[in-house]
């Protein structure tokens, strides 16, 4: 398996522009989580989901931000309108069940100017 | 909830000494403790991992060790390569929650010729 692929792995964009980013998990894996890496805050949980079910929404910071999961093999992460404050790394992983290891992506370098 | 808190945050070492790294956590019912290791312009990777159930675990020249009572966890490189060097992440996982981690900001290693 190629394990969590993101893209893009890098996305400059405007201010006030709509921004997705894609995860496709690692091939029979259960869950799936997107993380944000901020120097100032770390890697930070947005959301998460199980058999494409999203779980726990409680760290998307607002309401610009949204998540689907249309199927099993493929997630997206979207902020409208974007702010350069969004401007992070974003990371997607997955898991095969709740105890195990959680792979991650290689992330998504997102730049709001 | 959980909370990870991880120090220090920047360690330099000189090659063949060694690094600890170490780890609180918050919620007593945390069961699962990893450590991820990223490398500049990758995703985090698991290096090692332990469960609430054991108190020390060894790989080559990665150990962690546990300490239930007081909470804490850490983890110890002998023998440092250059190539340890980047930044380290702890997390645990709250027993019964549905898999998410909570990190601590990171540590990051350097390693000096």
């Known amino acids: 398996d190629a394990g969590v692929i993101q893209s893009p792995r890098h996305e400059v964009t405007e201010m006030g522009q709509e921004v997705t980013l894609r995860c496709k998990p690692i091939?029979?894996?259960?869950?799936l989580f997107w993380y944000r890496q901020t120097m100032m805050r770390g890697l930070e949980l947005l959301i998460y989901?199980?058999?494409?079910?999203?779980?726990?929404d409680s760290g998307m910071p607002e309401d610009r931000f949204s998540a689907k999961m249309p199927n099993a093999s493929f997630s997206t992460l979207k902020i409208q309108p974007s702010e350069p404050r969004d401007s992070a790394v974003y990371f997607c992983a997955s898991s095969a069940n709740r105890g195990s290891e959680a792979f991650f992506g290689q992330g998504t370098r997102l730049t709001v100017v | 909830g959980e909370n990870v808190e991880q120090h220090p945050s920047t360690l330099s070492v000189q090659e063949g000494d060694s690094a600890v790294i170490k780890c609180t956590y918050s919620?007593?019912?945390?069961?699962?403790f990893p450590w991820y290791k990223q490398e500049l312009g990758k995703g985090p990777q698991l290096i090692i991992d332990?469960?609430?159930?054991?108190g020390e675990k060894k790989d080559q020249r990665i150990a962690v060790t546990l300490n239930k009572t007081a909470k804490h966890f850490s983890l110890h490189i002998t023998e440092t390569q250059p190539e340890d060097s980047a930044v380290y992440f702890c997390a645990a996982r709250v027993r019964g929650s549905q898999g998410n981690l909570i990190f601590g900001k990171g540590t990051k290693l350097s390693v000096k010729p």
């Open positions: 091939s029979g894996h259960d869950y």
């Open positions: 989901f199980n058999n494409n079910v999203p779980i726990d």
């Open positions: 332990i469960r609430s159930n054991v």
């Open positions: 919620d007593s019912a945390s069961n699962y």
